[in-house]
């Protein structure tokens, strides 16, 4: 038997007031993702991808239904509760990197960890280092990071979402900005850190190509699952 890590029941969302102008962008959507496991999340544009992804990563507090994230009911907590449960369970990955381009790799990965974490700076540099390593890309620490291309600047920002050592790993279309060869990495990194250091992984892209190499894909049309529970 599998144990969910990420679980969502009935979950309904909408935009603007709940009345006749509202917009249902989720429409009683459920779904579980196992421990280890790497879904992604395909669809057209406007299916509610993201507003889906924003409410299993705590983001978003605004809807109906029941979401668990890892046996933790996060439906019902407060901004501040949602927010210790993002930092110490869940590494974030958008499709923009947010890097600080004046501020070195190394900079960009610790800074974040050591104003959340209140773990010294000497640890977190130590970390940040043991990530950059995993990544490949320890010979980029001391470079600013606008100097970077764009491939390695995604890895960059997953060198800083792994900070913490999240169970679970979420993206919204992590290679929006990338040419083929840096995208297959990125999913490339993504099935390690499923299969090395058994992380859970949902990830929210268009590639047709790329979504066929995760575990499950879940495709959403008008703010609902048609395949509910369905394994590739
Ligand atoms: N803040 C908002 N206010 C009003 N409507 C919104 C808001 N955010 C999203 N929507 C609407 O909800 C629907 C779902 O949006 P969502 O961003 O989740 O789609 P998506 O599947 O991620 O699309 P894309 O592939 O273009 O990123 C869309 O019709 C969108 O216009
Ligand atoms: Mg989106």
């Not at 049309?221 to 590739?232: A, F, Q, S």
Request: glycine residues 6%; charged residues 25%; hydrophobic residues 40%.
């Amino acid at each position: 038997m599998t144990i969910a890590m990420i679980e969502a029941h009935n979950i309904t969302k909408y935009f603007g007031l709940k009345n006749k102008k509202s917009f249902k962008a989720l429409d009683n959507v459920s779904l579980n993702i196992s421990k280890g496991e790497f879904a992604v999340i395909s669809g057209r544009s406007g299916s509610g991808k993201s507003t889906l992804l924003y409410i299993l990563s705590a983001m978003d507090n605004s809807y109906e239904g029941t979401v668990w994230l890892d046996d933790q009911k996060l439906s019902g907590m407060n901004d501040r509760e949602l927010s210790r449960i993002r930092n110490r369970k869940l590494g974030f990955v958008f499709q923009f990197h947010f890097l600080l381009p004046h501020f070195s790799v190394l900079q960009n990965v610790l800074l974040p960890a050591m104003k959340n974490s209140g773990i010294s700076e000497r640890e977190c540099r130590g970390k940040a280092l043991e990530k950059l390593q995993w990544l490949g890309i320890e010979h980029l620490a001391d470079m600013p990071s606008q100097k970077l291309s764009g491939g390695q600047q995604q890895r960059v920002a997953i060198a800083r979402a792994l900070m913490n050592e999240p169970d679970i790993i979420m993206a919204d279309e992590p290679t929006g900005n990338l040419d083929r060869q840096n995208s297959e990495l990125v999913f490339q990194i993504f099935r390690r850190l499923r299969s090395e250091k058994n992380k859970t992984i949902l990830v929210v892209t268009h590639d047709k190509d790329l979504a066929q190499t995760a575990d499950r894909v879940i495709y959403m049309e008008d703010g609902k699952i048609l395949n509910p529970d369905h394994y590739l």
